[in-house]
T-cell receptor
Framework: DTEVTQTPKHLVMGMTNKKSLKCEQHMGHRAMYWYKQKAKKPPELMFVYSYEKLSINESVPSRFSPECPNSSLLNLHLHALQPEDSALYLC????????????FGSGTRLTVV | AQTVTQSQPEMSVQEAETVTLSCTYDTSENNYYLFWYKQPPSRQMILVIRQEAYKQQNATENRFSVNFQKAAKSFSLKISDSQLGDTAMYFCACGGGATNKLIFGTGTLLAVQP
């Protein structure tokens, strides 16, 4: 299995909702990442998990809450989002660190209404 | 800190021709890696090619090759025999070493014309 699987592919949520994005990989990778991407812009790093521990938080607002229950699974919990949070959320994984690049999932298209 | 700059927002090439996408970077790392990613309309980021900064030899992957000029901090991507399926946004990225981050440039939208 050489894929990173993200669910759901599309999500529409209201500003008072609570939802979660899920990311799964079975490549034995020990680092996992969340990126946010606006249309026609590069991905922006949000969080890095290394060996199931949060190692980087790029000053992301607390309405985004990451969780890494085990080495194969990464969640992003969403609460009280704003319309400007609408974006493509990409999950990625790597063996350990960025030396070999990342394997990306196909993303969750999030719309906040 | 690392920065990556792509100065060509959009480019166009005829099918079967060759095109070169430009990228410059800056990093304080001694041991770093450079990447080109492709993002087609299907939106998944796909790794095209990887270059180890400590290697002078330019990386190649089939029709894709790079021109890595370490002193100039330049890392361009050459696509030979362009195909319609090469139409995508291309991102240059820098990362690795002590920092577990991949930093992306602003991207170049490449259109391959039939």
């Amino acid at each position: 299995d050489t894929e990173v699987t993200q669910t759901p592919k599309h999500l529409v949520m209201g500003m008072t909702n609570k939802k979660s994005l899920k990311c799964e990989q079975h490549m034995g990778h020990r680092a996992m990442y969340w990126y946010k991407q606006k249309a026609k812009k590069p991905p922006e790093l949000m969080f890095v998990y290394s060996y199931e521990k949060l190692s980087i938080n790029e000053s992301v607002p607390s309405r985004f809450s990451p969780e890494c229950p085990n080495s194969s699974l990464l969640n992003l919990h969403l609460h009280a989002l704003q319309p400007e949070d609408s974006a493509l959320y990409l999950c990625a994984s790597s063996p350990a660190g960025a030396n070999y690049g990342y394997t990306f999932g196909s993303g969750t298209r999030l719309t906040v209404v | 800190a690392q920065t990556v700059t792509q100065s060509q927002p959009e480019m166009s090439v005829q099918e079967a021709e060759t095109v070169t996408l430009s990228c410059t970077y800056d990093t304080s790392e001694n041991n770093y890696y450079l990447f080109w990613y492709k993002q087609p309309p299907s939106r998944q980021m796909i790794l095209v090619i990887r270059q180890e900064a400590y290697k002078q030899q330019n990386a190649t992957e089939n029709r894709f090759s790079v021109n890595f000029q370490k002193a100039a901090k330049s890392f361009s991507l050459k696509i030979s025999d362009s195909q319609l399926g090469d139409t995508a946004m291309y991102f240059c990225a820098c990362g690795g070493g002590a920092t577990n981050k991949l930093i992306f440039g602003t991207g170049t939208l490449l259109a391959v014309q039939p």
